[in-house]
T-cell receptor
Framework: DTGVSQDPRHKITKRGQNVTFRCDPI?????LYWYRQTLGQGPEFLTY????????KSRLLSDRFSAERPKGSFSTLEIQRTEQGDSAMYLC????????????FGPGTRLTVT | AQSVTQPDIHITVSEGASLELRCNYS??????LFWYVQSPGQGLQLLLK??????LVQGIKGFEAEFKRSQSSFNLRKPSVHWSDAAEYFC???????????FGAGTTVTVRA
């Protein structure tokens, strides 16, 4: 079990640029979550996948954000036309199928928009 | 919708002393409750969880938490703190008919020698 991995760990970009983050969940975990964490706050839910289906999106996920999980394995989160307010830690978590509600988190991607 | 309050933003404790972190939740039914720990620049590590049954749950690193339905609380405790326990601690609640977790704002723990 290698845990949830995220790439890159850090990203610095200029305002207006597009960025894409990747998350690889624990193998055979069919549920995948994205959260955003700003300084001094707890993680806030962004979106949820069960297999390849995106089942829920938070109102925090504006039109500039899009997430995919094309084959029910890894997931990508893209932010278009980044703004300074997008600066945050983006966390991915996965959960196994069945009735276990435990979510296992990756190390996160720290985004800084200058 | 469920929500979580962690009343203490920052706690300082001496090494070897006991630690208690408070967590209050709001949810209409029996929730799923979690405590996570986050070291600087890192992701979240699950310390312990409560789903049902015994209201006193044991976790990793010597932590325990007690679910008190009457007080809507799930406080985290450790009898003797080590310097490596310095971190940020998050309480989270999940609903049985929902997918996501709702987190509190966190409590930062500083351990002094």
């Amino acid at each position: 079990d290698t845990g949830v991995s995220q790439d890159p760990r850090h990203k610095i970009t200029k305002r207006g640029q597009n960025v894409t983050f990747r998350c690889d969940p624990i193998s055979e975990h069919n549920r995948l979550y994205w959260y955003r964490q700003t300084l001094g706050q707890g993680p806030e839910f962004l979106t949820y996948f069960q297999n390849e289906a995106q089942l829920e999106k938070s109102r925090l996920l504006s039109d500039r954000f899009s997430a995919e999980r094309p084959k029910g394995s890894f997931s990508t989160l893209e932010i278009q036309r980044t703004e300074q307010g997008d600066s945050a830690m983006y966390l991915c978590a996965s959960r196994e199928r069945g009735n276990s509600y435990e979510q296992y988190f990756g190390p996160g991607t720290r985004l800084t928009v200058t | 919708a469920q929500s979580v309050t962690q009343p203490d933003i920052h706690i300082t404790v001496s090494e070897g002393a006991s630690l208690e972190l408070r967590c209050n939740y709001s949810y209409g039914a029996t929730p799923y409750l979690f405590w996570y720990v986050q070291s600087p620049g890192q992701g979240l590590q699950l310390l312990l969880k409560y789903f049902s049954g015994d209201t006193l749950v044991q976790g990793i690193k010597g932590f325990e938490a007690e679910f008190k339905r009457s007080q809507s609380s799930f406080n985290l405790r450790k009898p003797s703190v080590h310097w490596s326990d310095a971190a940020e601690y998050f309480c989270a609640v999940g609903a049985r008919n929902d997918y996501k977790l709702s987190f509190g704002a966190g409590t930062t723990v500083t351990v002094r020698a």
